[in-house]
């Protein structure tokens, strides 16, 4: 899973984490529990992180996704953030917003699911999808490890997930959390995921770019991802 050189890549690995590894509902518990599908109602034709994260996003998936892959897009919204001219064998949208998702020229198959109240990914068969991908949404996630036994489920053996995301968020909807962590402590929480779920090898963090500048000028946007491989057996 090796990217270009200039990004900064380090082992999660399952010693870094408690035995048992659990989490307790408050950690899940958000400050807008209102219906999610209430929220999303409206489509949201915007990037919710800067461009040049979203260049550095684009080069990261131009390494790992290939043109025969199947792909799997969970959190999905109206782009996905791979280069336009990579055009995977198929792609599998799951989001909350029809109109988004029929905007995203990738997907070949969209799916509108809450995954925070059903986080089964039924439509999708058994070792059937190459990669899965989750673009600056994993944080909103209420049922991450039953989610991440699904991303498990469908992948082949060997194939590989990747959590995307930055320090930007509605900050009323993530998850109890995530407002009180550094960006480190972040990267540990979501590789503590692939863990609790289970079935996972190579458990490790990516930084593609790191906070540049300041909000008074210059500032652009962090972006990490935490990945993890099926266990072959």
Known sequence: MSPPSTYTINALPRSRYPTPLSYTPNDFRREDERSDSEWYAHPRFVQHIDNPAIAALKSYYSTIIKPNHSVLDICSSWVSHLPADLKPQS??????????????????????????????????KDGSVDTVICNVSVDYLTKPVEVFKEMRRVLKEGGTAHMAFSNRCFPTKVVGKWMGMSDEERRRWVGGYFWASGGWDDVEEVILKEQKGGFLGGYEDPLYVVRGRKVSK
């Not at 799951?94 to 039924?122: C, Q, W």
């Open 91 to 124: 792609m599998i949208g799951y989001g909350m917003n029809a109109a988004e998702l029929s905007r995203n020229t990738h997907l070949t198959t969209i799916f509108v699911k809450d995954l925070n109240i059903d986080p089964k990914l039924d439509e999708v």
